[in-house]
């Protein structure tokens, strides 16, 4: 599997954020993680990985997250994946709060919508989501088995978690999801986070 972090502008104030693509090496199939912001930067990587990309998959709606989503798919297409819950978000910019990070309101449907314990193929590199509600009702992260690995998008952080005073937030949902679910995945996982750097289950499990 090819794995690409590239650290986009969102619009947010303070901070880079992180997309992530990842790639079947065989099939050129490829998935956008979360394109927070500067298509023109995921579009050029994907262009030198000669990417087939087949999925843009949003861990939530929020705008720091969803930035580059209208310019990456009428460039590149892919189909628009994100939790059944968070969808209406994509439409509604109360929830998404894109105002705040400087976009223009968006109305986007998914191409599809996803569920706790369904499945993404990128070629023969197999995804299975978790519902992780906390940081919104619909956040989900993407765990790999194969390569031992998970995108925890704004659930998870590098010793901490995300917010949990926003519209549709709940401390103790995101507190459960992590403890309930994230930190039971196998002890050599890697989490890449929305913000900050990766790291490996020891620090995961140690440093909250």
Same mark, same amino acid.
């Given at each position: 599997?090819?794995l690409?972090?590239l650290r986009v ?6 901070e ?8 079947d090496?065989?099939?050129k ?5 979360d ?6 930067k995921i *579009?050029?990587m994907? #262009?030198?990985l000669q990417?087939?990309l =087949?999925y /843009?998959? $949003? &861990?939530?709606?929020? %705008?720091?997250h ?15 994946? *994100?939790h059944?819950i #968070?969808?209406?978000?994509?439409s509604? =910019?109360? /929830?998404s $709060? &894109?105002?705040?990070? %400087?976009?223009?309101d ?14 993404i ?6 995804f ?17 088995e ?11 952080f ?5 917010r949990t005073?926003?519209?549709t937030?709940s401390f103790?949902?995101i507190?459960?999801?992590?403890t309930e679910k994230?930190?039971k995945?196998p ?5 890449y ?5 990766a ?10």
């Open positions: 599997m090819i690409k972090q502008n969102s619009g947010t104030i303070c880079l954020t992180n997309c992530y693509i990842v790639q090496e065989n099939t199939e490829a998935m956008v993680i394109p927070g912001g500067e298509a023109e *579009i050029e994907l #262009d030198i990417a087939k =087949k /843009i998959y $949003l &861990t939530h709606c929020h %705008g720091d969803i930035g580059a989503l209208i310019e990456l798919k009428d460039k590149k297409g892919g189909k628009i994946l *994100i059944r #968070d969808a209406e978000g994509l509604n =910019k109360n /929830i $709060l &894109t105002e705040y990070v %400087g976009m223009e968006i109305n986007l449907e998914p191409d599809s919508i996803v569920d706790d314990n369904d499945t193929h990128i070629g023969d590199i197999e299975s989501v978790i519902h992780t509600p906390g940081h919104t009702s619909g956040s989900s992260s993407l765990y790999c194969q390569e031992k690995l998970l995108f925890s998008g704004d659930t998870l590098y010793g901490t978690w995300g005073d926003l519209p937030s103790d949902d507190i459960n999801s992590i994230l930190l995945l002890d050599d996982t890697i989490v986070p929305r913000t900050w750097k790291y490996n289950d020891k620090r995961r499990k140690t440093d909250l």
